[in-house]
Every structure is written in structure tokens, then in C-alpha cells.
């Protein structure tokens, strides 16, 4: 009758309530049946004796959209329990023209992989036919349709380029996208005013999708940006929700405190707005978000060759100094001695990925500032780097929060082959075994209940999915099945490669994927629709 029964476990079914001893069956994809006991047998029976079984857990801000084109086993994700990669953080796979297309095949780096796709959803069938441990879903980037139309320019989009790019958003929504999302302390993003990002939330709105958002500031001007974000939010009646929610920069950090009673205000109206957090008090992005937009303009190789120009780099070494309002200085928010280089495409630069800025600007004989420049034109790209931004207590505070689900911000690792090339941030192996392991079980901030009602049905109501996120029959079984007790994070800094432990078993659309903690290396991945597909 059923294809599979996990006995004895300890149900969370993903609510929010009380757990509760009982037994789960599945058939095919989905859930069959839950009950206290269930008399018939199986195929397959686990014993869950002592385990939690649970959904599985949503990452809804992940960047596996290449990590997965490498190994689509989604190996460091999988062993934390998460089945769901959320993708599309302001830039996305697609829509892609010709001239993106070739932007990303110059820029590619340890991962090469051929582009057979314009469209979003081709990218995400185009993953599932490759073979795929977890499901996916994406949003499509503000900044890939702002790209797509009007190029790298610093300028605003005409009239009739507004309504194509509007277009674009509607035709991925009507294809399967979650929403549209932004990520404005990036350049072109930033570039981007408020009235065209209301225009294409207003085009996600007509199908029901959410408006997700990288704040245009973080730091100096993070009340400022919460603003914007939260009359986006009103103007357009659309669902939103702030990616990784953090203030980033010591003189920053009290502003959480007001920053959270804004949201919780605009909630009281009855605005839907969410957020999202991971669990280390440091960033991972690029040393794009360490100079001034402007000097940006125009795309990489523009930036680059200005970077050459003597007058440019002492115009920049000023601005990378000082304060400002008008961009987010992500160089002083941490400091020489607060950025780890991580990622880099130029063989000679890798030995240095581990490495504080600091330490590499000494053994170079150069300041900060110009050993920055130096390496974006050695590796011809943003380099991928890490930032200490932020503070316990504020992770702590936004822990507490009940509209607050999590995300890696981050790929989907193995401490094997090509991901040995780069260092990683240690998110990309740690940061959902770290919540259950850390904050919940060790320090007690949140009840493992409400922990994986976060990490599962709140961003699956969030998205408006079909059928994910609760344990309940006819609901496809996506599940996790761990040890509370046992369950943690062992990555580091200084050693990212480390898998996390205390997950027994997964399953994905009702197929094993994770067997007595190691991968059956089975590949049931699908793609998750948002709510215009679904119409």
C-alpha cells in the first residue's frame, strides 16, 4: 500500500504546535498517511526512535544556481535537510539575451558550463534534466531584466523600455518565478530608482508573487532603504520581504532596534512583509561593494580598465576612506583586518584566498585600498570576499522575530574536486545546522518547534507553493529526518569545507536522498512553480 514508513518518530509537522510521537507513510511523492500507529508495512521502514521528522527546509535565498550545474547531488544543503534552493537574488538565470549570454560565459569561473537557455524556467527544466538532489525555485532579478533592456547604463529606463522590462517580469512569472527581487548595492541595480522598482513589483503583483529585496543599504543608510523598501511594499499591495536582514557596521548596529519596530508597525496595518537572516555575523559578496557605483558604470571590463587610470585610483582611494550616504562602503564597514579574500578565477591568486586583506596588502607593500584594485584587474572580477559586518546580539534580536525564515546566501558545497579550488564562506556547510544546533538547542533563543515552523512552512506560505512545507497527507514528501541532540555545524572560517552532522535521512518528492547520513546519490530534484504558474 505505501512505498515507505518512517516509525516512531517525534513529528513536527512544520505548524508551529506541539510534536508529537506517531508514525508517516509514503506513497510515491507524496505523504500518504500520519498517525500515532500505522499497521500496514512497506517496501522500505525506518525507525525514527529519538529522531525528529520534519519537512524539509526551505533556503529561500541560495546562489546553488551554478554549484549545482557542477554536482547536482547539492551535497552540503542536502546533509542540513534543506530540499528547497530558492534562487535569484537581483540577478537571476534568465531572462538572458545574446549579449548576456556572452557577459556570462567571459565571467564564468571554476565552474564552465555551456548556456542552452534564454529563459528562466529553461534554466531551472535545464537543471532538473541534468539530475538534481533538491528541488528548486527562483525569482527573477530587477537586475537581470533591467540588464536585459537597458545594459549597465546609469540611466533610467524610457517609457517603453519600463514596459518591456515589465513584460519580461510577467512572462517569468506566468513560467514559474516566485517574484521578482532586487539587490540595489550593486551596480546596475543601483542605478535603479524607486518608481521602477514600484513598476515591476506592480507586474509580480498581477500573479500574486512577493517582491524580495537586498536593502539599497545595509549600514549608513539602512533606515533610509527600509523606507523605500516598505513604500514599494505599500504602493504596490504586494507581499515583500527583506533578504538577509542585518545592520552592517559597528557605528550601525543600534539601528536594528528601530529598523525592526518600522517592520513590525507596517505589520500591524496589515502589510505582509518578511525577512530573512543566516547565522554568522559576517557577509559573504564581492569587492564590488567596497567602491563607489560610478566607478562601475558600464559593466566589469568598464570598471576594470578604469581601475587602470592613475587619476581614477586616487579619486578612489579618497572615496574608499571616507564615510558615505550615497553608496555602501562595505571597506570600512569591515576593515582591512575584517575581509577574508575567498574566491578567485586567476590560478596565481588562489593561495591567497583565506587570507585577510590586511595580511595580503602587507606582503605586497601596498595600501588597502590599491591591493583591492590590483586584484579586481589580476583576476578581471569582483572577487568573491568576506566581510565581518555584524554583531551577536543582533542575530539574537532577529532570531526572536516570527516572521523571520532563513537562508544560506550561499552555494551548495562538497569538500571535493572543483569546490576545493575556492575558500567558502562557512554558511555554504553550516548555516541551518548551526540554527538547530547552536541557537536552538545550545542556547535556547527559539523552541525547536517554532525553528521549524521558520524553516518551513513560513516561507512556503511566504511563496505561496503548492503543497510544500507541513507534514500532512497529499503534501509532497519532502522530508528531514535528525537527531536534535546531535545536530551541528563543524565549518569555520579558517576550514569551510567541513560538512555538517545529526541528519539521518532525506527525502525529496518521496526518494531518499540522504541514507544513514550519506548521500544515495539518487536525483529526484523538481522544479518548484511559484503562483502565476499555478493560476
Known sequence: MYDIIIRNGTIYDGSGGKPYAGDLAIGGQFI??????????AKVEIDAGGLVVAPGFINMLSWANESLIADGRSQSDIRQGVTLEVMGEGSSMGPWNDTLKQDRLARQGDIKYDIAWSKLSEYLQFLVKRGIACNVASFVGATTVRRYVVGDEDRPPSKL?????????????????????????????????????????????????????????????????????????????????????????????????????????????????????????????????????????????????????PSVRQRLKQEMTAEAKDWENGFLHAGPEGIILAEFKNEKLKPLAGKTLAAVATMRGKSPEETIMDLVIEDESQIGVIYFWMCEENIRKQLRLPWVSFCSDASSQAPEGIFLKSSK??????????????????????????AIRRLTSLPATNLKLDRRGILKPDYYADIVIFDPDKISDHATFEKPHQYSTGVTHVFVNGIQVLKDGEHTGALPGQVVNGPGKLQ
Open 425 to 450: 564562506h562557512p554558511r555554504a556547510y553550516g548555516n541551518f545546522a548551526r540554527l538547530l544546533g547552536k541557537y536552538v538547542r545550545e542556547e535556547k533563543i527559539i523552541t525547536l518547534s517554532e
Open 161 to 309: 523600455e519600463l514596459a518591456q522590462m515589465q513584460d519580461l517580469v510577467r512572462q517569468a512569472m506566468q513560467e514559474g518565478a516566485v517574484g521578482v527581487s532586487s539587490a540595489l548595492i550593486y551596480a546596475p541595480a543601483f542605478y535603479a530608482k524607486t518608481d521602477e522598482l514600484i513598476a515591476l513589483a506592480k507586474a509580480a503583483a498581477e500573479y500574486n508573487g512577493m517582491y524580495c529585496s537586498h536593502l539599497r543599504s545595509e549600514g549608513n543608510t539602512f533606515l533610509e532603504a527600509l523606507d523605500e523598501f516598505l513604500r514599494i511594499a505599500e504602493e504596490t499591495k504586494i507581499a515583500s520581504e527583506i533578504y538577509h536582514l542585518k545592520a552592517a557596521g559597528k557605528q550601525n548596529w543600534y539601528k536594528m532596534d528601530k529598523a525592526i519596530a518600522r517592520i513590525e508597525a507596517a505589520r500591524k496595518k496589515g502589510m505582509p512583509i518578511t525577512a530573512s537572516m543566516y547565522m554568522y555575523v559576517a557577509a559573504g559578496t564581492g569587492f564590488d561593494a567596497a567602491m563607489p557605483p560610478h566607478v562601475q558604470e558600464g559593466g566589469e571590463k568598464k570598471w576594470i580598465e578604469r581601475l587602470k587610470d
Open 32 to 41: 500518504g498517511r500520519i498517525d500515532k500507529t500505522i499497521s500496514e508495512s
